[in-house]
């Protein structure tokens, strides 16, 4: 009887244990998801503000060009900075969109493979469509602003901003490919992060955390 009720007791007590890994983990499950959610409102917030800016510079660009059908020049640039504008709205509402998809009462490698598609949206987005069209649209703004009169006064000034333009992006492009060599590897996942944004990193680190305390 002794040794039965000493297997009984030790039964009870890995179930208490148990019970108890599972409450802790839980606790702490909470505790970092939260955090994460918290974490990513910044992104939320500066997504909001990008489509925000999106819209109002397509409606300040949409009557400039359509009442200038009949100069190609502001015609064109006209275009190409509402594109632009409407590029912002495109990324910001997918960014937002993959944000509100994230399940947090999913498993946690489910949630990491969420965050981790966040972060290419964003970083892929963020540069493509946001980041190096900045290089170019100087000359642009500059000739529906004018309403193409700096075409006639200065063009040289417009092919200056586009040459600077192409400059920055092969600089840029330049910059990239050395960074990204193996020898430099840790310059470029600091590069990497400073793309993705500290609201996508904290998130992730949350994850990871969560990830870790499983395997405990």
Known sequence: MELDEM?????????????????????????????????????????????????????????????????????????V??????????????????IARIDYAAPVLVIQHQLLKLRKIYAIGGALVVGLPWWFLTAPLLVVLTRGAIMDKAPSVIWIQLAIGAAGLLATWWFHRWAHRPERARLARALDDSTTGGSIRRAQAAAEDIARFEQE
Do not use: S
């Open 81 to 98: 900075m509402h594109l632009y504008c409407l590029g912002l709205i495109i990324v910001g509402a997918v960014v937002e969109a993959q």
């Open 7 to 79: 297997k009984f007791a030790w039964q009870a007590l890995d179930r208490r244990l148990e019970q108890q890994h599972t409450l802790n983990l839980q606790i702490f499950r909470d505790g970092r998801l939260d955090k994460a959610r918290r974490g990513l409102r910044p992104l939320v917030w500066g997504q909001a503000i990008q489509i925000i800016i999106g819209i109002a510079g397509a409606l300040l660009f949409a009557p400039i060009w359509i009442a200038h059908l009949h100069q190609p020049a502001v015609l064109l640039a006209g275009l």
